[in-house]
């Protein structure tokens, strides 16, 4: 399986492949990647300029055969990469729902996790 791992490196180049895997990521972990979710993860990545290249890698995406469109939403095509990924990638991922909330806490702990005062 880390073979599809590595193929996004070599397909997407260094500037999107990190989009790339948390993208799927989402997917993984939250059972499906929303519009809304892959617009917050684009837009954390690439920021303005984000709709066209979030355009190609989901085109990348779906053609590899990694995800799917069903009802609006993307989803894994195979369950054993769906398994494989989350388990490989779930542990240090905040989902796009929680990113913004994760954000603050974050900078209101400050760098070690805990307030100073």
Do not use: C
Request: proline share 3%.
């Amino acid at each position: 399986m880390s073979h599809m791992e590595e193929r996004l490196k070599v397909v997407l180049g260094p500037d999107l492949d990190v989009l790339a895997l948390d993208l799927l990521t989402e997917a993984a972990v939250t059972g499906g990647l929303s519009p809304q979710a892959a617009t917050v993860l684009a837009r954390e990545y690439l920021g303005e300029d984000w709709q066209g290249p979030l355009r190609d890698i989901l085109n990348i995406l779906e053609h590899d055969g990694y995800l799917s469109q069903r009802q609006g939403v993307y989803e894994f095509e195979s369950g054993l990469l769906r398994d494989w990924w989350k388990a490989r990638f779930w542990f240090a991922f905040v989902p796009a729902a929680k990113r913004e909330t994760y954000r603050r806490e974050l900078n209101r702990r400050g760098k070690f996790g805990f307030r100073a005062d």
